[in-house]
């Protein structure tokens, strides 16, 4: 089997947290290949506009006016130490 067909098999029979872990790892790797790509087309404050929408934020009203960051935040990862210390505390 194929690497591609092995992930997609481990996800639909794994565990929930196998799950977080894969799509933890996946997003994070959106955002590099974005990072990526703002750089190469010097749109740099992509990344920026993308955090502000996805990060938690500290004001309340905000909050209030994007309530979908409680939930994205968690799944935010800027660097690999990051993403590597959150998925193994899991």
Known sequence: ??????LKAQFRQGSSLLKLIYINTAL???FV???IVGTLF????????IL???????SLDRLI???WT????MF??????????????L
């Open 42 to 49: 010097n749109a740099e404050d992509i990344e920026s506009t």
């Open 52 to 58: 502000g929408y996805l990060a938690a934020p500290a």
């Open 1 to 6: 089997m194929d690497l591609l067909a092995n």
């Open 65 to 67: 006016s994007r309530p």
């Open 28 to 30: 994070f790797l959106f």
């Open 76 to 89: 935010l990862h800027l660097e690999f130490f990051h993403l590597l210390f959150n998925m193994l505390w």
């Open 33 to 35: 290949i974005l990072k």
């Open 70 to 73: 409680v939930f994205t935040y």
